[in-house]
């Protein structure tokens, strides 16, 4: 069997759209789309009447874009990208099913941010020795 993993980039508070191709849509149960990032996690399930985000119909998080809902190509979004959406997504009737196909590895990146103390100062003559980190 061979083993497809797309690499997506994208930069904190951007939205982003993840997509994949399952061989098959179980005719009958769910396929559950999983993020691992530090653990697996279940983040929304599908079956042929819809999609749900555990208890709710809903997420401000993530939208299911696919329809039919029981297509093999696997396409959501992701809104308000987070460091914490970096990571592993993939999909299956189960967790050891999900490793078996095309997953998607999310990349984020973020902006460094560094407010100068007293002791640093600027100087255009010695740019190298302006930080006091």
């Known amino acids: 069997m061979e083993y497809r993993v797309s690499k997506i980039k994208t930069k904190i508070g951007?939205?982003?759209?993840?997509?994949?191709?399952?061989?098959?849509f179980p005719v009958a149960g769910q396929y559950n789309v999983y993020h691992t990032y530090r653990e697996n996690t279940t983040i929304f399930s599908i079956s042929?009447?819809?999609?749900?985000?555990?208890?709710?119909?809903?997420?401000?998080?993530?939208?299911?874009?696919?329809?039919?809902?029981?297509?093999?190509?696997?396409?959501?979004?992701?809104?308000?990208?987070?460091?914490?959406?970096?990571?592993?997504?993939n999909g299956g009737t189960s967790v050891k099913a999900a490793y078996s196909g095309e997953d998607v590895v999310l990349l984020v990146s973020g902006k460094i941010f560094y407010q100068p103390d007293e002791a640093d100062d600027f100087d255009e003559e010695d740019p190298d020795d302006d930080l006091d980190i």
Do not use: C, H
């Open 48 to 89: 042929s009447n819809g999609v749900s985000y555990g208890e709710n119909n809903q997420s401000t998080k993530y939208t299911y874009l696919t329809r039919p809902f029981d297509s093999t190509n696997i396409m959501f979004e992701i809104r308000d990208i987070t460091l914490d959406d970096a990571g592993y997504y």
């Open 14 to 24: 951007d939205n982003v759209i993840l997509s994949w191709t399952t061989p098959f």
